[in-house]
């Protein structure tokens, strides 16, 4: 009798502990558009460089398990031998640029993103004659900066980069002015102040061959910490701030919700995009990360998102602490050649999900789930709205969730770090009628996204007809409510009632 009463109180606290739940509210408050997510394709864990493609292979493209679309490569100053920039022409490259071209090319042909990033400009073009950033013995010390005299040379330098990925099939889509200009280093490197920074965009980036190459698009520089004195002394700069398209940086040693939080802020008010550009949460531990540090890095995502970010790309794409396996004896087993790793699928739940998309404003019911560590967001795209979920300790939790509309159906997609193959499981959400107040299960130690189809039926949304383009015009979103300020992809309706679907501006 002592042992089945103790059965019944270990089963009654165990259902206690499930029964534990987590409220949040998501609004249609709309916020950031999501441009994606990438990786680097870079010298280095991507060896043999140039030659094997299997990484992108695996990471891109809509039909990919992980639905990767921005990738990042280096625009080199390094020579290849000792020709000279008047004996070449776009077809033949003095400089190192064929490297990242093959994985290029497959990204550009899965519809993706291409952007270049100087690490230096070229040697003859800086203060220590060198494409190192000076920050060794063997280079005695000196600080490499571009010379003010060459500041005339650096666009049309980067407008050869583009003629020749364009002449070798690769429509490069943006390109930055420096990798991490407050970071003096003894590799490839060049050091820029905020006001150096200001003044080449301000009175140089002009020559950015935009006709040539319509569509590409200008970055900042790229600093380590995303330092906002960067991308404030180009704000704050009218002429500068017409020639930056995207405002960059990265979050070694500030986590997202600091400066990433602050430069964001400002630069979604001037309608700049915000690409975290380079982390690695793990970078070259010498172990397999476990799954704590998994959820670790699905946290870090989200709260880029949070901060505001439009794109997030990661360091390199092939590395044991990364998305595609190396194949290193002393990190396996579990490290195979070219086969996806665990970071690659909790990356997944953003990438294949998540972009294109428009954060939504949530709101958390901060006395449910005492105790409960929750990081969440959420999004809007066509007819779906997609919540993302993590939990990092081992309780579960059911997560009731209060929408912005009704929804009819929807899908969760969990990783919790059980699974031996594919770490990402999909199961169905049974809704019996339209709702936009549910229940779903929050495993413990996971990454969930749930995806829930809107019903437009029930949300008095009908179809759209063929609009006249006279008279004045009232604008509703997608599930049929007034806007006072439209922008994104909206429903017009025009004095006689007609309507279509438009896409306009954000102000």
Same mark, same amino acid.
């Given at each position: 009798?002592?042992?089945?009463?103790?059965?019944?109180?270990?089963?009654? +606290?165990? +259902?206690?502990?499930?029964?534990?739940?987590?409220?949040?509210?998501?609004?249609?408050?709309?916020?950031?558009?999501?441009?994606?997510?990438? +990786?680097?394709?870079?010298?280095?864990?991507?060896?043999?460089?140039?030659?094997?493609?299997?990484?992108?292979?695996?990471?891109?493209?809509?039909?990919?398990?992980?639905?990767?679309?921005?990738?990042?490569?280096?625009?080199?100053?390094?020579?290849?031998?000792?020709?000279?920039?008047?004996?070449?022409?776009? #077809?033949?490259?003095?400089?190192?640029?064929?490297?990242?071209?093959?994985?290029?090319?497959?990204?550009?042909?899965?519809?993706?993103?291409?952007?270049?990033?100087?690490?230096?400009?070229?040697?003859?073009?800086?203060?220590?004659? %060198?494409?190192?950033?000076?920050?060794?013995?063997?280079?005695?010390?000196?600080?490499?900066?571009?010379?003010?005299?060459?500041?005339?040379?650096?666009?049309?330098?980067?407008?050869?980069?583009?003629?020749?990925?364009?002449?070798?099939?690769?429509?490069?889509?943006?390109?930055?002015?420096?990798?991490?200009?407050?970071? #003096?280093?003894?590799?490839?490197?060049?050091?820029?102040?905020?006001?150096?920074?200001?003044?080449?965009?301000?009175?140089?980036?002009?020559?950015?061959?935009?006709?040539?190459?319509?569509?590409?698009?200008?970055?900042?520089?790229?600093?380590?910490?995303?330092?906002?004195?960067?991308?404030?002394?180009?704000?704050?700069?009218?002429?500068?701030?017409?020639?930056?398209?995207?405002?960059?940086?990265?979050?070694?040693?500030?986590?997202?919700?600091?400066?990433?939080?602050?430069?964001?802020?400002?630069?979604?008010?001037?309608?700049?995009?915000?690409?975290?550009?380079?982390?690695?949460?793990?970078?070259?531990?010498?172990?397999?990360?476990?799954?704590?540090?998994?959820?670790?890095?699905?946290?870090?995502?989200?709260?880029?998102?949070?901060?505001?970010?439009?794109?997030?790309?990661? #360091?390199?794409?092939?590395?044991?602490?990364?998305?595609?396996?190396?194949?290193?004896?002393?990190?396996?087993?579990?490290? %195979?050649?070219?086969?996806?790793?665990?970071?690659?699928?909790?990356?997944?739940?953003?990438?294949?999900?998540?972009?294109?998309?428009?954060?939504?404003?949530?709101?958390?019911?901060?006395?449910?789930?005492?105790?409960? %560590?929750?990081?969440?967001?959420?999004?809007?795209?066509?007819?779906?709205? $997609?919540?993302?979920? $993590?939990?990092?300790?081992?309780?579960?939790?059911?997560?009731?969730?209060?929408?912005?509309?009704?929804?009819?159906?929807?899908?969760?997609?969990?990783?919790?770090?059980?699974?031996?193959?594919?770490?990402?499981?999909?199961?169905?959400?049974?809704?019996?009628?339209?709702?936009?107040?549910?229940?779903?299960?929050?495993?413990?130690?996971?990454?969930?996204?749930?995806?829930?189809?809107?019903?437009?039926?029930?949300?008095?949304?009908?179809?759209?007809?063929?609009?006249?383009?006279?008279?004045?015009?009232?604008?509703?979103?997608?599930?049929?409510?007034?806007?006072?300020?439209?922008?994104?992809?909206?429903?017009?309706?025009?004095?006689?009632?007609?309507?279509?679907?438009?896409?306009?501006?954000?102000?």
């Amino acid at each position: 009798m002592k042992r089945i009463l103790t059965s019944i109180l270990i089963l009654a +606290a165990t +259902a206690a502990i499930q029964a534990a739940t987590i409220k949040v509210t998501v609004s249609d408050n709309r916020l950031q558009t999501v441009t994606g997510f990438g +990786a680097a394709c870079c010298d280095g864990a991507m060896c043999p460089f140039g030659n094997d493609t299997n990484p992108v292979k695996l990471l891109y493209g809509p039909s990919s398990k992980i639905g990767l679309n921005i990738m990042r490569m280096e625009i080199s100053p390094n020579f290849i031998g000792d020709v000279v920039v008047p004996e070449w022409n776009n #077809w033949d490259s003095p400089y190192d640029w064929k490297g990242s071209l093959p994985s290029a090319k497959i990204v550009k042909q899965r519809g993706g993103i291409v952007f270049g990033t100087p690490w230096s400009p070229p040697g003859e073009y800086k203060t220590n004659g %060198t494409a190192q950033g000076g920050n060794s013995e063997d280079q005695g010390y000196q600080h490499g900066e571009l010379r003010e005299d060459c500041y005339d040379k650096f666009f049309p330098w980067l407008n050869t980069f583009l003629a020749w990925m364009k002449n070798n099939g690769v429509d490069v889509d943006a390109v930055s002015v420096q990798n991490e200009p407050d970071w #003096w280093v003894n590799y490839s490197g060049c050091l820029y102040t905020p006001q150096q920074q200001l003044k080449l965009v301000k009175n140089y980036a002009y020559m950015l061959d935009r006709e040539t190459y319509p569509g590409v698009r200008l970055i900042s520089a790229e600093p380590l910490g995303f330092d906002p004195s960067y991308s404030n002394a180009l704000l704050n700069d009218p002429t500068a701030r017409e020639q930056i398209d995207i405002v960059a940086g990265h979050i070694y040693g500030h986590p997202p919700l600091g400066n990433l939080k602050t430069v964001a802020d400002k630069a979604l008010g001037y309608n700049k995009e915000v690409w975290m550009t380079e982390h690695s949460t793990t970078d070259n531990i010498d172990h397999l990360p476990n799954w704590h540090e998994q959820l670790i890095f699905a946290e870090e995502v989200n709260e880029c998102l949070l901060a505001g970010c439009t794109g997030y790309i990661y #360091w390199y794409m092939r590395a044991h602490w990364a998305f595609v396996g190396t194949g290193e004896a002393k990190y396996n087993p579990g490290n %195979t050649k070219n086969t996806l790793l665990p970071r690659a699928f909790v990356m997944s739940h953003f990438s294949k999900y998540v972009t294109g998309s428009t954060r939504l404003k949530t709101n958390r019911d901060k006395s449910s789930g005492e105790g409960a %560590t929750l990081e969440n967001s959420a999004y809007i795209k066509g007819d779906s709205l $997609i919540f993302v979920a $993590i939990d990092t300790i081992g309780t579960p939790y059911d997560l009731k969730l209060q929408l912005p509309y009704k929804v009819k159906s929807g899908t969760h997609i969990v990783s919790t770090g059980n699974e031996t193959e594919n770490l990402c499981q999909e199961r169905t959400i049974v809704i019996d009628e339209p709702t936009d107040l549910l229940t779903v299960d929050l495993p413990a130690r996971s990454v969930n996204t749930y995806i829930f189809i809107i019903d437009r039926e029930s949300e008095g949304i009908e179809n759209v007809k063929k609009a006249s383009n006279d008279g004045p015009k009232t604008y509703y979103d997608l599930v049929g409510r007034k806007l006072d300020n439209p922008h994104g992809v909206c429903v017009e309706r025009s004095v006689d009632g007609s309507s279509r679907i438009v896409l306009l501006p954000r102000y």
